[in-house]
């Protein structure tokens, strides 16, 4: 199953691509520019770089927060719009839950956060 994955809810935005667990591709840019000048030039650069089309992904995935409201909104409407103008499914990710996922293999509590900015964390 080709998965196509996208963060946008922090000021680094990320487009991963991946062969069920196998990462083919990832592209990770913080420019300061807005996800909506960058997502859609790194998910077409990702699948070029990889062989792939639009039409190749199985599975279109967002993070869905904490995190920036409009980078939240941002990531979502643009993974939408890619799935369902394939008509193929696409699913929202906690993006605690995924950051969390890179530390699964060590033992004891995990706790992942978030800048939320005004000296908060999510």
Do not use: W
């Not at 591709?25 to 089309?53: D, F």
């Amino acid at each position: 199953m080709l998965i196509l994955a996208l963060d946008s809810t922090a000021q680094v935005g990320s487009v991963a691509l991946c062969e069920d667990e196998k990462l083919i591709a990832e592209y990770t840019l913080n420019t300061g520019h807005t996800h909506s000048e960058t997502l859609l030039p790194m998910v077409e650069s990702v699948l070029k770089i990889s062989g792939y089309t639009v039409d190749d992904v199985d599975l279109f995935v967002c993070t869905a927060g904490p995190g920036s409201f409009t980078g939240v909104r941002i990531g979502a409407s643009t993974i939408k719009g890619m799935a369902f103008g394939k008509d193929k499914p696409c699913i929202g990710v906690s993006t605690l839950e995924a950051l969390a996922e890179n530390l699964v293999p060590l033992k004891g509590i995990i706790v992942p956060t978030m800048d939320a900015r005004r000296n908060q964390v999510y």
